[in-house]
């Protein structure tokens, strides 16, 4: 069947003939339409029990009002969501007008985006691409404004790094993994820690893909070294390294964390990016790539030089049941503390001795490069849409 939205009147439609109407976002409903050659069609497979889901997936605008977001994954999710008999748009949180949303759904008979006025999600799956983009009015707006339709929110926010890391502290199960990690505060406690730990990173608590980090260390004559993942510097006190870097004392978003052993392969490290998705009642482990260290020791995402490896080179005989249980027990400490939370990935790695070291937790996943992985995430990800659209029933009155 055909989902046909009537650009004059702004409502949809459906050509379904043998069906007048049907069930058609949170509170809507879809009716045959009167006869308009300006409409944009859209094809979906056969609903299941006369409804169709509706799923809004949040992204951002720039100064210039265009959208910015992942748009392969926006167009691949939409045709994974007709498939399935629903439908997907992309909207920022200035679009809402009422009960009314504005936003873009892919037309493949025009092959390009187009703009259209949907009624209230059921679904909304947020893929606001940086943290700034959630710390504005407009999406504080948004967020109560979900709260007061009771639409399921899929992800709250961000992850400020230094809030998971006090988050999972309290659950003794995970210290073990944990790297010390302390919230900067002055240059008397950066110098401290590194004296302490001598080997450590530091990080911006709302940083990604390994922008900003360093890894220091301190050696016996008291000198500094300081790598980034374009350069290496040398210092002659660890006084003199926090004179480089004021913005790390200017307000309490830097982070210090000591740097553990881990183990190696051929002379780099590697850690394990591994994927979790929520089927509704419980977290699960969707795929765990794995990165190795290339071109630098800092980090080893492979925009920065990293390279992508097989877990078979690396994996021992219960690395994946180990894993799988401490990722249940976080998905546990978020959703307790943060609301739903439908899908996350882990940077973690194995210690040098034994056990693992859980290096950060990110709320929004990036594309997988091992298609197998990606594939698998997505219909999960349609799985979960459908699900959240279920449970909520539609008003009648």
């Known amino acids: 069947m055909r989902i046909l939205y009537d650009r004059r009147r702004r409502i949809f439609g459906h050509d379904e003939r043998s069906i007048s109407t049907y069930a058609f976002g949170l509170d809507s409903f879809l009716l045959q339409p009167e006869k308009s050659e300006d409409t944009y069609p859209f094809p979906i497979s056969a609903p299941t029990g006369g409804i169709i889901p509706l799923i809004g997936i949040l992204a951002d605008k720039d100064r210039a009002n265009r959208y910015r977001g992942n748009f392969e994954l926006f167009r691949a999710l939409q045709g994974m969501i007709q498939d399935a008999g629903g439908i997907c748009f992309v909207f920022s949180p200035v679009d809402i007008e009422g009960n009314t949303v504005a936003g873009i759904v892919y037309s493949d008979t025009l092959s390009r985006w187009v703009t259209c006025h949907f009624p209230l999600p059921n679904v909304i799956y947020n893929r606001i691409?940086?943290?700034?983009?959630?710390?504005?009015?407009?999406f504080r707006r948004l967020t109560s404004w979900c709260q007061n339709h009771k639409i399921p929110f899929f992800n709250p926010h961000f992850f400020n790094k230094w809030d998971i890391y006090r988050l999972l502290r309290e659950r003794e199960e995970l210290r073990p993994h944990l790297p010390v990690t302390e919230q900067i505060q002055d240059p008397t406690h950066l110098k401290t820690f590194l004296m302490q730990?001598?080997?450590?990173?530091?990080?911006h608590s709302l940083s990604s893909k390994g922008k900003g980090i360093r890894k220091v260390e301190v050696h016996d004559d008291g000198r500094v070294s300081c790598r980034s993942i374009k350069k290496m510097e040398h210092f002659s006190s660890a006084e003199r390294l926090a004179h480089a870097y004021p913005?790390?004392?200017?307000?309490?978003?830097?982070?210090?964390?000591?740097?553990?052993?881990?183990?190696?392969?051929?002379?780099?490290?590697?850690?394990?990016r591994v994927l979790v998705l929520t089927s509704g009642d419980e977290f699960n482990v969707t795929g765990i790539g794995v990165r190795m260290s290339q071109r630098q020791e800092v980090t080893t995402h492979v925009p920065s030089g990293g390279t992508i490896i097989s877990l078979e080179d690396v994996a021992q005989g219960d690395t994946k049941q180990i894993l799988s249980s401490i990722m249940k027990i976080c998905g546990e400490t978020l959703t307790d503390s943060l609301g739903f939370i439908g899908e996350f990935s882990v940077d973690i790695a194995p210690r040098k001795e034994e056990g693992?070291?859980?290096?950060?937790?990110?709320?929004?996943?990036?594309?997988?490069?091992?298609?197998e992985i990606e594939t698998t995430r997505r219909k999960k990800l349609v799985d979960t849409f459908f699900s959240l659209a279920s449970s909520r029933p539609q008003r009648r009155d």
């Open 129 to 138: 691409p940086t943290p700034a983009g959630e710390q504005n009015e407009a």
């Open 197 to 203: 730990h001598k080997q450590i990173y530091i990080k």
């Open 247 to 272: 913005e790390w004392f200017q307000e309490k978003d830097w982070i210090v964390q000591e740097a553990i052993q881990c183990r190696s392969l051929n002379g780099h490290r590697y850690d394990y």
């Open 356 to 371: 693992f070291v859980l290096f950060e937790i990110n709320s929004k996943p990036m594309i997988f490069d091992e298609s």
